[in-house]
């Protein structure tokens, strides 16, 4: 159970980047943040005491598996957020490149 | 093993708070990547080397992107003393985790206990999923052959990323 609890103490770490820091790339790293807390989250629904992972061996045929479904779920997800993150990066750049700042204040009075 | 992922996911903790509060921004990148290494760690002991995989060549590439990023800037965070704008956005932030605190409370009651979880649903898949599929690894059976459809979509969101990302990078801007 600590570990559930820490895994969200870990998403309210991203949380609170994401709604008090004023940086692009610090919001971008918080947003990979919560990101990474959520896989871990899944990663933990899935696992069995004394399982072992998800490889069928047919030499020994009866043993303990840990769920396969959150772990392809996730699979799925980790590869999602690199697309996410990279789309972001380069929506950064941009915005660099025309306001020379990360500073989101600065960039709502810049414009015009 | 709860505790061993505990004690990890504690150090996570604590490069993510150096990460959003570090003065140079590339320490705060650096230190993004403490947190996405140490989940490799926490899904090996998870028993999930497919995820570790895959997360130590994603931190990888992610680290790198944002290297690239921040080398090309003045890498300082301008600091500004609060205002009431944060005053604001703070106390927004300190209502919306104890709502999240409140749910969370909640839920984690319905959740099985760590490491005693039923496999209700995967039990379908793991039942003579390795003559169904073709594949020894279940992970990649649910990925490519049950759940084909997604993977395929995954790949569409990937390409049009790539797309976005192209398009972003070269559009000349309004002067």
């Known amino acids: ?31 990979s943040i919560m990101e990474i807390s959520t896989f871990l989250f899944f990663a933990l629904i899935g696992y069995v005491d004394g399982g072992v992972a998800p490889i069928v061996d047919p030499a020994d045929p009866v043993k303990v598996y840990v769920d396969p479904l959150p772990q392809a779920l996730v699979l799925t997800a980790i590869v999602i957020g690199l697309a996410t993150t990279a789309m972001l990066m380069a929506i950064i750049i941009r915005l660099y490149r025309k306001y020379k700042t990360f500073d989101i204040r600065e960039i709502k009075n810049l414009r015009g | 093993m709860d505790l061993a992922i505990s004690v990890i996911v504690g150090f996570m903790i604590l490069g993510a708070l150096y990460a959003i509060h570090a003065k140079d921004l590339l320490s705060s990148v650096i230190a993004c990547g403490i947190v996405g290494y140490s ?95 073709g594949s020894a690894n279940l992970v990649t059976g649910v990925v490519f052959d049950f759940r084909g459809y997604d993977t395929m979509g995954e790949a569409v969101v990937l390409v049009t990323a790539v797309l976005g990302v192209l398009t972003i990078l070269r559009l000349k801007g309004k002067k």
């Open chain 1, 1 to 31: 159970m600590i570990a559930y609890i820490m895994c969200f103490i870990l998403f309210l770490v991203g949380l609170y980047g994401v709604i008090t820091r004023r940086n692009l790339v610090k919001i971008a790293v918080s947003l």
């Open chain 2, 39 to 133: 989940l490799v760690i926490c899904f090996l002991l998870l028993k999930a080397p497919d995820l570790a995989i895959v997360q130590i060549v994603v931190d990888t590439i992610t680290l790198i992107i944002m290297v690239a990023v921040v080398l090309d800037s003045s890498r300082e965070e301008s600091y500004s003393k609060p205002d009431t704008q944060g005053y604001i956005t703070a106390i927004t932030g300190l209502l919306i985790i104890v709502i999240l605190l409140y749910f969370f409370a909640v839920s984690i009651q319905t959740l099985d206990v760590l490491g005693k979880s039923s496999l209700r649903m995967a039990e379908y898949y793991i039942e003579g999923a390795a003559q169904k599929t």
